[in-house]
């Protein structure tokens, strides 16, 4: 008889880990608290527009490509994917730049913004094209239980090549001095939610996986890929429960025997948790059984929390991008409210999503869908509708300022989503939006294990352990858990 997992949520990570775990000839049964797939990249519809709730930036095409190859299956075997261009928009204070999707355009606008830029930025791209290779190659598929992992001839050569005792602040500068070239270098790793300078230079794989690898949009939206992943588990024999909240696990000689959940009660042998690691240790199973004290979490930084606007306008935009980043206002004002002071943005940096630009069937005809995100610091108080309207208004009218048209009395739609509602539909820890900051300190070995210490059949998956934050890290960290599971499962 196959051994039983059953693995609790169907984010991206859920997915995955369900996926592997089935391909390995183990019975699998997934436990969702909501009515879909999806996780935190849910998809909902309202009046005819279609919203992803979460991510909606697609990156590291290479990766989901990868995944679906392990099970004999190719990206267009689910859906429709294609590269934008420009990858995205620059708003600055008077001004707007365009990433350029062609490398060569893009080292054109370097050497306009700064004499010299465009033979330095080659240079910072092989450096990086290096790390990324090592990065996603090597590195995001340790399991972070033992330095010697590491131990890895390719690693071990060109460890200081991997930049991981500099900050990606100094590396950038030791290249560029230009403002508008270091914000836009800088700007990837607010995915990894931590100031530049606290942030190793190892991750200027991002801006590798950005410039060379591209941004690409699958039609539908981002939820095509939950539908792709969930397709393919169901194929592999998984089976989905859905409305199942979990509230306990069941430990006895320091094994789960049962998951428990409001309506029903599941036996497995190993336990895979996706949902948020801080709530599985801290809400359902015993002090004893716990690896992390409280202490532990709260001394953890935090990637930010969001503040996300769903919007249906009743017109098109003229000149709206796909995506759009509007960095008019002082980063590093912004960076220090979200890490240092933790209060909310006195004047907030903020990315606006139109993806009806790029897919009609996200809207109906005539009309924009945005979805719009202010990063915020993770367990802010006061997350009432009332802050909320006031930042809507407050990025509205930038938005409106800097396209040149009216957006307000266009809105048919709003919905808002924050804090509070991370926490209610996520359980997530301070409400945080991406997991665990990707500092050195918090890198790898440092993360939370995704095997538990102390429960022998539990493990984990997702944005809080290993690799860390982010939906391609999430997809491999669901491949990393299996084969944890396996090894000690056999």
């Not at 990858?87 to 008077?94: A, G, K, L, M």
């Not at 359980?427 to 995704?450: D, E, M």
Request: net charge neutral; glycine share 6%.
């Amino acid at each position: 008889m196959p051994g039983k997992v059953i693995v609790i949520g169907s984010g991206f990570a859920g997915l995955s880990a369900a996926s592997f775990m089935a391909k390995a000839g183990w019975q699998v049964t997934v436990l969702e608290k909501h009515n879909i797939p999806g996780g935190r990249a849910r998809q909902f519809s309202q009046d005819g527009f279609i919203f992803d709730m979460g991510p909606s930036w697609y990156w590291m095409p290479d990766v989901f490509e990868r995944y679906f190859s392990f099970f004999g299956k190719s990206i267009p075997d689910f859906y429709t994917l294609h590269r934008l261009d420009p990858s995205y928009r620059i708003y600055f204070e008077n001004n707007y730049i365009n990433v350029h999707a062609n490398f060569e355009e893009l080292k054109k606008l370097f050497e306009e913004l700064e004499p010299g830029a465009s033979v330095k930025l080659e240079k910072f791209i092989a450096e990086a094209a290096f790390k990324y290779k090592v990065g996603i190659e090597k590195l995001v598929l340790k399991p972070g239980q033992s330095l010697t992992e590491f131990l890895d001839p390719d690693i071990f050569k060109g460890i200081f090549q991997l930049d991981v005792f500099t900050s990606i602040k100094k590396h950038i500068r030791k290249y560029f001095k230009h403002p508008v070239i270091c914000q836009m270098l800088e700007f990837p790793v607010l995915f990894l939610g931590a100031l530049p300078e606290k942030t190793p230079a190892l991750y200027s794989l991002m801006n590798y996986a950005d410039i060379i690898g591209g941004t690409w949009y699958p039609q539908g939206g981002i939820y095509s890929v939950v539908e792709a992943m969930y397709k393919l588990t169901v194929e592999l024999g998984v089976e989905f429960h859905f409305n199942e909240d979990v509230t306990s696990l069941s430990i006895q000689s320091g094994k789960i025997e049962k998951v428990i959940t409001a309506n029903n009660e599941f036996a497995g042998d190993v336990i895979i948790g996706t949902a948020d690691y801080h709530f599985i240790e801290s809400k359902l199973i015993p002090k004893e059984y716990r690896t992390y004290s409280e202490p532990y979490w709260e001394k953890r930084t935090m990637a930010p929390s969001a503040l996300l606007y769903y919007i249906g306008l009743n017109k098109k935009l003229e000149n709206i991008s796909h995506h759009s980043l509007f960095f008019d206002v002082p980063f590093d004002v912004h960076a220090k409210e979200i890490y240092h002071s933790k209060q909310w943005p006195s004047a907030p940096l903020f990315y606006a999503c139109a993806p009806s630009v790029s897919d009609n069937s996200v809207a109906p005809e005539g009309c924009e869908n945005l979805f719009l995100l202010i990063p915020v610091a993770a367990g802010l108080r006061g997350d009432t509708e009332e802050i909320r309207k006031k930042y809507f208004s407050v990025i509205i009218k930038r938005m409106e300022q800097h396209l040149g048209e009216d957006i307000a009395d266009a809105v048919i739609f709003y919905k808002s989503f924050a804090q509070s509602d991370f926490i209610a539909a996520y359980n997530s820890f301070k409400g945080n939006a991406y997991g665990l900051a990707n500092t050195l300190r918090q890198t790898a070995v440092f993360k939370p294990s995704c095997r538990s210490k102390k429960v022998k059949n539990l493990f984990f998956a997702g944005q809080l352990t290993v690799p860390g934050p982010g939906v391609p890290p999430a997809i491999i960290s669901g491949e990393v858990v299996a084969k944890e599971v396996t090894k000690y499962f056999p």
